[in-house]
């Protein structure tokens, strides 16, 4: 049953689940109620409940519906079963103490982990696009996540971090990743292009990833800076134990198998890459 809490006091609340529960039709037999679970948008908590002449455990769980289940804690990380929920991971963020409207104030936080292979058929903006920081753990469970990062002609005066995650703070694990298009880049700004993660300041442990990057830089003039990576466009964090096999085609941008400019650490990685440059 999904009965809403309407009344005014926890124990009218529960009185109305038992008088749900506690009945029979002619010719059935009783029903024993040993545990009941509830989840609500609310704060996580647990009661006793007096029925008739013993009581029962009610554990009342917080439930995110913007995830497919979990709790977004290590034991118990949001389930990633579609590709909604893999895009609703951008609207799981705390703000920072000053001001609210300014995206850049943002943080993702929780645990998450990916419950089927996810493919996209539109244009990916990456998860985490425009915020500050990352700090999510994303599990991805062995399973694989396809997107094509499209055509596009960017002239955007921001920095532009493209992957699969925009910037990333936490970890991300076990996720293999398919990558297609290609981005032309006229700016000042900075450009970072990579499979996983366009910036990485956290760490990404045994990913993999194929398929076709393509960067092209296209003002010869700009002082500014754009680079492509296997895994990730500019590392400041540790890459460990990862794999790159697809092309990588770079235009006036600093390209590598795996980090297009690396300032962490890379340890035990392999790239089979295809790299053009000019």
Same mark, same amino acid.
């Given at each position: ?13 529960y009185?109305?689940?038992?008088s749900?529960?506690?009945y029979?039709? /002619?010719?059935? &037999?009783?029903?024993e ?7 609500t948008?609310?704060? *996580? ?13 009610v554990? %009342?769980?917080?439930f995110n519906p913007l995830?497919?289940?979990?709790q977004?804690?290590?034991? $118990?990380?949001?389930?990633?079963? &579609?590709l909604?929920h893999l ?11 000053s001001? $609210? ?6 943080t993702? !936080? ?6 089927? *292979?996810i #493919? ?9 696009? =425009?915020?500050y @920081? ?6 991805g469970n062995?399973? @694989?996540?396809?997107?094509d ?11 532009? #971090? +493209? ?7 936490? @970890?991300v @694990?076990d996720?293999n990743? +398919? ?6 880049y006229n700016?000042?700004a900075?450009? *970072?292009? =990579?499979?996983v ?10 990913c993999? +990833? ?16 754009? &680079?492509?990576? =296997?895994?990730?466009?500019i590392?400041h =964090?540790?890459?460990i134990d990862? !794999? ?5 085609? /770079?235009?006036? %941008?600093? %390209?590598?198998?795996?980090?297009g400019?690396? #300032?962490?650490?890379?340890?035990? &990685?392999s790239?089979i890459?295809n790299?053009?440059?000019?």
């Open positions: 049953y999904i009965i809403e809490k309407n009344s005014a006091s926890e124990d009218g609340f009185s109305k689940i038992f749900k529960l506690n029979r039709k /002619a010719g059935e &037999c009783s029903i109620i040993n545990y009941i679970e509830i989840k948008s609310g704060s *996580s908590a647990s009661y006793r409940i007096d029925n008739g002449s013993r009581e029962l455990d554990s %009342v769980k917080k995830f497919g289940g979990g977004g804690t290590a034991d $118990e990380p949001y389930d990633i079963n &579609c909604r895009i609703n991971i951008n609207y799981n963020y705390i703000l920072a103490e001001d $609210e409207d300014v995206i850049g104030n943002r993702i !936080t929780g645990n998450y982990i990916l419950r089927r *292979s #493919y996209s058929m539109e244009a990916w903006r990456p998860i985490g696009y =425009g915020y @920081t990352n700090a999510m753990h994303f599990d062995g399973y @694989t996540i396809s997107v990062f499209g055509a596009e002609k960017i002239s955007s005066n921001n920095s532009m #971090y +493209v992957g699969v995650f925009a910037i990333l703070g936490g @970890t @694990t996720l990743v +398919v990558t297609g298009g290609l981005i032309e700016s000042s900075l450009l *970072s292009m =990579g499979g993660v366009g910036y990485n300041r956290g760490r990404i442990e045994n993999s +990833v194929s398929g076709v990057m393509k960067a092209y830089f296209a003002n010869t003039n700009s002082q500014s800076s754009a &680079c492509l990576g =296997g895994i990730a466009g590392n =964090g540790t890459i990862c !794999t790159h096999g697809g092309t990588l085609n /770079a235009t006036r %941008v600093s %390209v590598g198998g795996i980090a400019d690396n #300032y962490g650490i890379i340890e035990r &990685c790239s890459s790299i053009y440059g000019n």
